[in-house]
């Protein structure tokens, strides 16, 4: 047997992953309209789909009559092909879930799990904890085949490590190591927000061709999908929105400096300024009572939040002219009326040329975004070798 080149296993990895993601993205779709979306020829189409069928990531559904009254044979994802454990490492929380490669949760647990008093070891094992809590959940005989995780901070993704976390306390951490050995599994990290983006856009049903998302919560963060890929820059630092100096003699920000984004938008920030004007506010709960109740300076503050959350949609708009933007986290989630008020704002403040053109959405993910989207992410991964083992 005369044995590929190169170039020519690389276009046929490339082509099969251009039709499997289509199908992923439009399931269930015909041959034929795989063809026409891809240009490709219907012979080529009707190998790689066999290909994807052998390796068990896509089936044939039942045939139903179309309107000329001929059968068409619809192509689907097996839903059990790479069902995923994913988390979310967070500072006093981690969420674990279950999600199939139709990218629907199967199961679901939150642990009350303080990351900084325990070290990385340590949470890995809590980690495998819940992992065979929630295996135990699944009804039937599932395997779960690959996991994920998404981490609150630096990221180096290709290299499984977490570059510097602060809230989480950890540095240099080869976190995707750790855990690959305690879960027995291949495992992806991703930066949250960058794991997220990809699951509010499926919350959504939006097409990954060009999304920015803006994270408010007690930290401010903003990703971007570009043609489906989530934009990392040049060392995985891209979209620290929060971190843009927009006024110099501002409060002290987390990072050491002062002024940036986060201090007039994050969740700490906005509560350090509710007490300059009362002292007893401990919760925004109580702010945005306050706020409701019309006392003055609550009203003030609100009002200046949500002008502060305009700016930062306009300046991600002009960075990135994104077809959408999403706005979400744990802020806006909780409280989804700053969302109208930043939108009112948003009619004196955004830039010209992108009225008309920007969408924008509040988020629907129900804080499941970054479960969705490290799944996706590690599913993806998982089946890229999968594809590579089998076909070749
Ligand atoms: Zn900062």
Known sequence: MIQPTQDQAYTKIHNTRVVLDLIREKRPLSRVEIARLTGMSSATIT???SDL???GVVCETTPFSTKVGRKAILLDIVSDAALCFAVDIAPSLLRAGIVDYK?????????AIVCREHTPQQYAKLVHKSLLELCAALPGEKEVVCAGATVIGIVDHAAGMVRFAPQLGWKEVPIAALLEE?????????????AQILGEAQSLGLDKKSVAYLSVGKGVGSSMLLDGRVVEGDSDICGEIGHTIIELQGLQCSCGRRGCLQTFIGENSVLQRA???DPAIK????????YHEGT??????????ATYLAVAINNLGCMHNPQTIILGGELIRSYPFLFELAQ???????????????QLLCTKSRGMSGILGIAQLSQERYVDQLIEDNIF
């Open 182 to 194: 305690a879960l027995s599994l291949p495992v992806a990290i991703h930066n949250d927000v960058d």
């Open 344 to 358: 009112q704002h948003l009619g004196d403040l955004l830039y010209e040329p992108l009225r008309g053109n920007l």
């Open 53 to 55: 069928i052998r390796t």
């Open 103 to 111: 990218g629907e949760v199967l199961c679901q647990r939150e642990y």
């Open 275 to 277: 007490r300059m004007k």
């Open 47 to 49: 190998r790689i789909v």
């Open 296 to 305: 003055p300076w609550a009203r003030e503050l609100i009002e200046q939040t």
């Open 283 to 290: 919760s925004m709960r109580q702010l945005v009572a306050c």
